[in-house]
């Protein structure tokens, strides 16, 4: 059974610093690993899509990069922020017939000024 | 940027009680979902649905729950006699295809407590 875990759960660091988010997976054989954004009561931004073929993508200050056959994936936030302020998801799709997603526990990341 | 919409963003209701969560997923997607996110926890996955019927299921997805498109733009979840376990946070999400190559994108949530 695929389980997701994110390290660390919580994170506080001050502006400007850059940032590794973790993702660990049981199971290599997934489709993708998709990273969101939650703000504090809210829905779900997608941040980053990676495809099992893919090493990394990079969206303006991330960059997310997948090793499937250790099952991990790093998001990467260069000059953090206040306004990263957020809880970090990671998702996976496993392989096979299925359409769902597997979330992790999520880092909570506050950047202070 | 098309969005996903949800309505409403907070329901309060008596255990017992039937609810319909509402969602007008993005306009040209094919693939429409419903994840829940208990307080605290992880989101967890509920259904998944296509051309008309449901193509996967958790087993949190049990009889109380349905799903329905009524019409060419919105996507409902009911949830026939609530319990308090049931509260949560319900999230629907849209893709335009299934074969791991699509961004699935969510809903700002449905806020349920049930009392």
């Known amino acids: 059974k695929q389980e997701v875990t994110q390290i660390p759960a919580a994170l506080s660091v001050p502006e400007g610093e850059n940032l590794v988010l973790n993702c660990s997976f049981t199971?290599?054989?997934?489709?993708?690993l998709q990273w969101f954004r939650q703000d504090p009561g809210k829905g779900l931004t997608s941040l980053l899509l990676?495809?099992?073929?893919?090493r990394e993508q990079t969206s303006g200050r991330l960059n997310a990069s997948l090793d499937k056959s250790s099952g991990r994936s790093t998001l990467y936030i260069a000059a953090s922020q206040p306004g990263d302020s957020a809880t970090y998801l990671c998702a996976v799709r496993p392989w096979g017939y299925t359409d769902k997603l597997i979330f992790g526990t999520g880092t909570r990341l506050q950047v202070f000024p | 940027e098309p969005e996903v919409t949800q309505t409403p963003s907070h329901q309060v209701t008596q255990m017992g009680q039937e609810v319909i969560l509402r969602c007008v997923p993005i306009?040209?997607?094919?693939?429409f979902y419903w994840y829940r996110q208990i307080l605290g926890q992880k989101v967890e996955f509920l259904v998944s649905?296509?051309?008309?019927?449901?193509?996967?299921k958790s087993e949190i997805f049990d009889d109380q729950f349905s799903v329905e498109r009524p019409d060419g733009s919105n996507f409902t979840l009911k949830i026939r006699s609530t319990k308090l376990e049931d509260s949560a946070m319900y999230f629907c999400?849209?893709?335009?295809?299934?074969?791991?190559?699509?961004?699935?994108?969510f809903g700002e949530g449905s806020w349920l407590t049930v009392v």
């Open positions: 999400a849209s893709s335009l295809r299934t074969d791991g190559r699509d961004t699935i994108y």
């Open positions: 306009s040209n997607h094919l693939y």
């Open positions: 990676i495809q099992s073929s893919q």
């Open positions: 199971d290599s054989a997934i489709y993708n």
């Open positions: 649905f296509y051309n008309n019927e449901i193509s996967e």
